[in-house]
């Protein structure tokens, strides 16, 4: 863990900051270099990226803030913070969705298209992100054997823990590997986004099972985390949208016939 890069005087460049940057335009890149597939200029996807950015970070904060709602209620000068710290996310996912359906609408563009297009860059975007969870500290797995070669030691806890941050990572990367390759082979519109939903869930629904009861909490009389519940969702309605614009556009091809 390397949570402050280096520092200068009083001003501390948190590598996690740094990595959610790094994050950021390495999913623009993407998402520019896909743009022409979906009909879409790489010059309205920079301006449209950046506002969905801030709406996820702000949803992101939002969201975590409810899931320990208690703890905020009785800290409320901690409410709000400048930097990038007590974040989930589902909440950045759900704002970020957001933002992107009320701009499709304003601008006429098909929403579907943007979903498509942007589902690969968000899959490259969190696997970055996760590796500054690891330099920060935060979100790491359970407790390994002692002597495994790449347990990692958390600040103010003994012993070995999992890097379940690169855990997701990785799996991540194999998700946009997946994504790349059955898109070779051809999607109905829709499909591209609704694969990405089931691979990013997959992803998120086991990298739970190393942090729960460790970073992550089960739900109240459940088994599950909270994020687990909400992975387990999302590649539900992945899985139903995938088959929906499948038989969907069997159908349009039917019609002219």
Not at 28 to 45: H, M, N, Q, T
């Amino acid at each position: 863990m390397h949570p402050i890069l280096f520092q200068i005087g009083s001003f501390k460049l948190h590598t996690f900051g740094l990595l959610m940057i790094v994050a950021f335009f390495a999913a623009l890149w993407l998402a520019r270099k896909r743009a022409p597939r979906f009909g879409l200029k790489p010059e309205k996807i920079t301006d449209v990226s950046f506002f969905a950015l801030l709406f996820g970070i702000l949803g992101a904060r939002i969201v975590f803030i409810l899931q320990a709602l208690p703890y905020y209620l009785a800290h409320m000068d901690e409410l709000w913070s400048i930097q990038f710290q007590g974040l989930t996310s589902f909440g950045g996912f759900l704002f970020g969705l957001a933002y992107l359906a009320g701009w499709s609408y304003k601008n006429k563009i098909s929403l579907i298209n943007v979903l498509d297009l942007m589902i690969a860059p968000m899959l490259l975007g969190q696997a970055i992100g996760r590796v500054g969870c690891l330099m920060n500290g935060c979100c790491y797995g359970g407790a390994c054997p002692p002597g495994m070669l790449w347990g990692i030691h958390v600040d103010g806890l003994v012993g070995l823990y999992h890097p379940a941050q690169i855990y997701e990572s990785l799996m991540d990367v194999g998700g946009l590997l997946i994504l790349f390759a059955i898109e070779k082979r051809g999607l109905s519109k829709g499909q591209s986004f609704s694969a990405g939903l089931v691979l990013y869930g997959l992803a998120r629904f086991i990298y739970e099972f190393w942090r729960a009861g460790f970073s992550s909490s089960y739900l109240p009389g459940l088994r599950i985390t909270d994020a687990q519940a909400a992975a387990g969702s999302m590649m539900l309605i992945g899985v139903a949208l995938f088959i929906v614009f499948r038989n969907r556009a069997h159908s349009q091809q039917e019609i002219p016939a």
